[in-house]
C-alpha cells in the first residue's frame, strides 16, 4: 500500500487535509492546510526530504486554518498508539503486536492496519464512510476505556483525540540516529474496512453512551445571554446526592476527604467554584483534607478555569462514575445544581429593559417588559422558560425560546375580530412588534408560519403556542382589548395621537404603532430618508413668486391633516396638461415627501380602481395622490370624483352570508391627480352636464416654467432631492399641531371664512371652500413651524382669484338651456327622425284614396323616434328613447320634461307619428313641443 492509498483509506474525501512538520534539532514546526490528498502526499514527501518528521491530521477540517476540535469535519478510522522502548508502555515493536493481536481476538475486533512510526505502533480501523465528530467520539472514548478496563497500555490521550495527528507512512523517524523508515507491518494490500456501527457494537453498543466531551468555543452574545441566564448551586447537589441521584463522585470527596487524591479533590473544587454559593461549598469539600489551608484552597480556585467533566472525575477514580444514573446523561456534576437565574421585576410588578426600537424619528427607548404568567419565567438575560416539579420535588426548568417574546396587548379589529400584538426582542435587530389574529393563535400550523415569518425560529412551536395562549388568558382577566389602527393619520376625534407607520405621535413622545393587516404593507413606506436640512434645502427652489401653484401643492400635503377640522371629508385638485416634464409628477411627490417615500405612496395609473380607494381609506389623514388619470374612463373618472370626495368604501355584501361587510374606516384627506387633459371635459363625454364632479373638484392647469432642454440639469437635480430627502417634516408638524391644538383648528376656521367671502363661495362650493382653506392654513402652520419660508399671502391670493375664478368660469360654461339639451339628441338622431309636411290643411277631392298621402321630405332610417313637421315646425317625441338617451348622459328627464312645456309650447298627446305615409301605424304618447325661431337665429353669419 502507498501513501497515497493509505491516507484514502484513513480520510474523508470532504473538507480540508492538514500536515504538521517539525524539525526538533532547530526546533521549527509549521503546519499546513491542503485541499486535496495528492498535495498532502507532495507536501508530506518534501518537508521529509527537507528533514522533517511529518505527521498528517487523522481527521478533515471545516476551516483551513484550525486543527482544533471545533474545527473536525469528519473522521474515517479509528486508531491507537503504541509506545515501545525500555521505558515505554511495551517493551518491544514485537512486544506490543502481541498484546494488540489477544486484545483484538479478546474483543472480536477485526484485523487493523498497523503502522511502524519508527519507535512505535500505530494502530488503525478504517471505517467504510466517514463520520461526523459527534458520532465519532463517545465511539473512541468507549475504546480508550475498553483499552484501560482490559489494561492493554494504549497511549490514552491519543485514543479519542480527533485533532490528534500520527506519522505519515513513507517518510522518516528523525528523532532516532540513523533516522528510522515509517512504514507499514506485514502485507497491507488487502486490509478490510470495517462499518461503524458494527465496530461500535463490537466495543459495548448497548452501554449507555459515554459523555460527549466539552468542546470550549468563542460564545455568541446568545450563548452567552443564555449561559447568564443559569446559576449552580452546591447546596442542590447535594441534596440530590443524599437522595440518591446526585454525584457519588462528590459524596466520596465531602465523606473521605482525608484519603481523597489532590487531582480528585480539585476536580471537586472545580465544582464548587462555579456554584453561586461556592464560598461555603468550596471549604464545606476541603476542610478535612490533610493538605487543606483557606489560602491554598483560593490559590487552587483561581487556576481552576471551568467545572470538570463527568469523564475527568472519572480518569481521577474510575469504576464510581459508569454506576451512576446520570452516567451518559449530563456533561459535568455541575448541572445538577443548575437554576434558572429569574430576572427580578420592579415595584410594578414587571421587567424593565432597554433595548434598540427601529422607529426613524425615535432614539433608544425603555420598554417594560410584562411578568410572565406562571408557570412561565424571564431569564435574568431574557428569553422565556417554563418552571414546574416532578415527582420528587425537584424544580425543572426548561428553555422554550431563547429571545424574549411575550403579548403586549389584546385589539379588535372590526375585520379580522380578536387579535394579539407581540413583542419580540432580537439583539441585533432590536424591538419588533406584529400582530397575530387569534385564528393564528389557536391553529397550530398557522402559529408556525406567523411567528417564523417574523423571526422566531424553534423546532417546536407547540411549547411557545401554549405558552401565547396563557398570556391570553391573563390579559382577558385582567384588561380589555383595544382597538386595533387599520389607519394612519389621526388615531381618534380628540386628534390626541397621529399614526404614521410603526410610529404613533404624541404631542411630546413616539411610541410603537404595532401594526395591522391594513397598514403592515405600506410601513417601510414611512421611513425616512436622506436629511431634513437637505429636504428642505431642495424644496427652497420653489422659494419663488412664479412657483405660486407648486407651494399651493406642498400646502396640500401639509393641509390634508387640517381637513379633520372641516365638514368636508375629501377636496380634490386635478393638475393637467396634455404635455409631459412640466413638472405634474413633481407635484405630487412633493407633497407626499413631507410624510415619507413619495415613490411607493404615489399611487399609479396602473393601480386598479379599488387599490386606489383602499388606499385612500388606509391614508385617512395624509395626502393621497394619484398620477396620469387619463386613461381612465369619463364614467370611472366621475366615480373617483363622487367615491373619493364621499370619504368612505362602497358598501359590499359578504361572499358567504346575506350580510353587509365590514365598510372601512371612513378618510377626511386631500386627494390629488394628474392628468393629460380636463378631468371635467373627460367625464362631460359620458355625462352632457357633469356640474356635481366639476364642484366637488378643482382643476388647475400647469403651465411649463423651466425649459426642458436649458434647465434639466435643474429639474433632475430637483427630482433627485425630492426621491432621496424625505419623512422628516411630518412628524415636526402634527406635533406642533397637537401642541397647539386649538389654536390651529381656530385658524382654518378664520382662513375658511375669509376663502369663502373673497372668492364669494356658497354652499354649492363647500368642496372647493374646504381644499383651499385646508392648504392655505397647512402652509401658515408649517412656516409657523419653521418647515418652509413661502410667501403664504401670494399663494392665497392665486388662489382665491386665479384658482376659483378659472374653474367659476368653468361651471358657467357648462351651463346648458333646454334647447341646448334638445339640440343634442335631435342631432344626434336625425336619421331617426321623419320629416314630413302636415296634412292638416291638404284634404283632397279627388276621391281616388291618395288624398291623405303626403310625400316626406325625410324618412326615419333604422327606427322611428320622432317626427317633425316642417310646415308648422311642431316635433313629436316618442318619450322613451328621449328617456334613455338623458339616462345616458345622466340628464335629469322630468326636469327637461317640465322645461319643455314652459319654454317650448310643450303637450303630452297621442299622435300617429306616420300620418301621411303608407305605413298605418295606430297613434302613440308622444311630447309634443314648438321652437319659436326667429329669422335672426338662422343666420349663420352672426354664428
Known sequence: MDTKTFLQRVLSSEGHYCIFAAKSAEERKTQKFYSSIDDVVDAATQFDQQGYDVYYGLATFHEANSRKVDNVKHLKSFFLDLDCGPTKEFASQEDAIKELRKFCTANSLPNPTMVNSGRGVHVYWFLDEA????????????????????????????????ARVLRVPDTHNFKTNPPSDVGFFGLVERVETVGFDTFSELLGGDMIPVPTKHIPKELSQTMHNLMGNQENVFKDILVKTQRGDGCEQLYNIIRHQEETSEPLWRAGLSIAKFCVDSDKAMH???????????????????????????????EFNPDVCPNCPQWGQIKSPILLGRRLKEAEVNDEGVYVEAPALELPNQPETTYEIPKYPPPYVRGVNGGVYIRTKNEDGDVEEKKLYHNDLYVVKRVHDPEVGEAIVMRLHLPRDGVREFTLPMSAVTSTEEFRKSLSSRGVTVKKMDDLMTYTLSWV?????????????????????????????????????????????QTVGLFPAFESKGTYQAWRDNLALWNDEKFVLQQFAVGMGFGSPLMEFLNTNCGTVSFYNKDSGVGKTALLLAASGIWGDPEQ???????????????????????????????MSPRQMSELVYQGTSGQQRGRMSQSANVERYRGGRWSLLMMYTANTSVVERISMAKAMPKAEAQRVLECRVDRIFDSVKDKETTDAFESGLLNNYGHAGI????????????????????????????????????????????????????????????????????????????????????????????????????????????????????????EYVIPEQVARGRLIARYETDTKMFYVKPKPL?????????????????????????????????????????????AMKFDMEPDDENLEDL
Open 883 to 927: 328617456k334613455e338617451w338623458c339616462g345616458e348622459l345622466q340628464i335629469n328627464y322630468a326636469h327637461l320634461v317640465n322645461e319643455i312645456m314652459q319654454k317650448c309650447h310643450g303637450k303630452r298627446k297621442k299622435v300617429r307619428l306616420t300620418k301621411g305615409t303608407n305605413l298605418q301605424l295606430p297613434a302613440s304618447d308622444v311630447l
Open 131 to 162: 463520520v461526523c465528530y459527534e458520532d465519532w467520539f463517545p465511539v473512541a472514548e468507549r475504546l480508550k476505556r475498553l483499552c484501560a478496563k482490559q489494561n492493554f497500555l494504549a497511549d490514552p490521550a491519543v485514543t479519542s483525540d480527533a
Open 601 to 631: 405612496l404615489v399611487l399609479q395609473k396602473d393601480d386598479t380602481y379599488n387599490f386606489k380607494m383602499n388606499r385612500a381609506e388606509v391614508m385617512h389623514s395624509l395626502p393621497t395622490g394619484i398620477d396620469e388619470i387619463t386613461n
Open 284 to 314: 464545606v469539600i476541603s476542610k478535612n483534607h490533610p493538605e487543606y489551608t483557606p489560602e491554598d484552597t483560593q490559590e487552587k480556585l483561581r487556576q481552576i478555569k471551568g467545572p470538570y467533566t463527568c469523564v475527568k472525575f472519572d
Open 473 to 517: 388568558d391573563e390579559l382577558q382577566a385582567t384588561s380589555t382589548a383595544d382597538q386595533a389602527h387599520r389607519q394612519f393619520g389621526w388615531a381618534d376625534e380628540s386628534m390626541s395621537a397621529f399614526i404614521l407607520g410603526n410610529q404613533k405621535v404624541t404631542h411630546n413622545n413616539i411610541e410603537f404603532n404595532p401594526p395591522s393587516n
Open 732 to 851: 415636526i408638524y402634527v406635533q406642533y399641531i397637537m401642541r397647539n391644538l386649538q389654536a390651529c383648528q381656530q385658524l382654518v376656521m378664520d382662513v375658511q371664512k375669509r376663502v369663502d367671502t373673497l372668492a364669494e363661495l356658497t354652499s354649492e362650493n363647500r368642496f372647493w371652500s374646504a381644499t383651499i382653506a385646508s392648504t392655505i392654513s397647512g402652509l401658515l402652520i408649517a412656516k409657523k413651524a419653521g418647515l418652509h419660508d413661502f410667501d403664504v399671502q401670494k399663494v392665497f391670493k392665486w388662489a382665491v382669484t386665479d384658482l376659483v375664478a378659472q374653474n367659476k368660469r368653468n361651471m358657467t360654461d357648462m351651463g346648458g338651456t333646454v334647447y341646448d339639451v334638445l339640440d343634442d339628441f335631435f342631432s344626434e338622431n336625425i336619421s331617426y327622425i321623419l320629416q314630413i309636411k302636415s296634412t292638416v290643411d291638404n284634404r283632397g277631392t279627388h276621391n281616388n284614396g291618395l288624398d
